[in-house]
Every structure is written in C-alpha cells, then in structure tokens.
C-alpha cells in the first residue's frame, strides 16, 4: 500500500513539473512588478554569468556490419545460409550552447526568492 502512496507522489510530482504550470506569486505585488523585477534579476545574473557560447563538433561514425549464419536444417552436412546486414553511417554535426545558460537562470531564480517571490506548481 505504502509502494502506490510513493508512486502516486512521484506521478504527481513528474507531471506538476511537465505541465509547466508553476506561477511566481508575492504576497503584495502583481504580475507587472513581478516582470520588473525580473528584468533587474536578469540584468544582474547576465553580468555575473554572461553568455558564453561553446561550439562543438560531435563526430560521426560508422557502426560495424554483422553477419549472421545458420544451417538450413539440423543436419550437419546442411548448407549454411549467412545474413550480412550493413553498419550504420552517422555524419558528423555541429552544435551550440550556452556554457552558463543555466547558472544564469539559477541565479536569476534565487533573486527573485530573495526578493520575495515563491514558485507555486
């Protein structure tokens, strides 16, 4: 019984997260201070943790063939029929990301916690 309870929790818990449906609240303040004073929290973890974007070359690759091989029938004077089934080519690719992307949005999070505002899901 306990083992559902924690499953039960744990569903909610993913799907709160996945919904997106967290707000900033503040005990006095609206949704327009709320946007001012994250545009100042953006402001400032921007200058501690600018945008740094990294380039990176992800290599490609070939996976190797296999062959696989069996007798026609059980007997040992059968023939052998074998199946080469070819490997995979995976071209090279380039990407892109911000190396303090999310010690930004860290950062930005905790001002807005100092200064009052709570995330409710």
Known sequence: MLHKVYLGVIALLVLTTLSGCATWKHPYKGESDFYRDKLSCE??????????????????????????????????????????????????SYSQSDVNGARREDAVNSCLKAGGWRLEY
Do not use: E, F, H, W
Request: glycine residues 4%.
């Open 43 to 92: 402001k400032q973890a921007a200058q501690i943790y600018p945008t740094i974007i990294v380039n990176q070359l992800n290599p490609g690759y070939q996976s190797p063939s296999t062959t696989n091989c069996r007798r026609l029938n059980d007997d040992r004077n059968s023939p052998v029929v074998c199946n080469t089934t070819p490997g995979m080519y995976l071209p090279p």
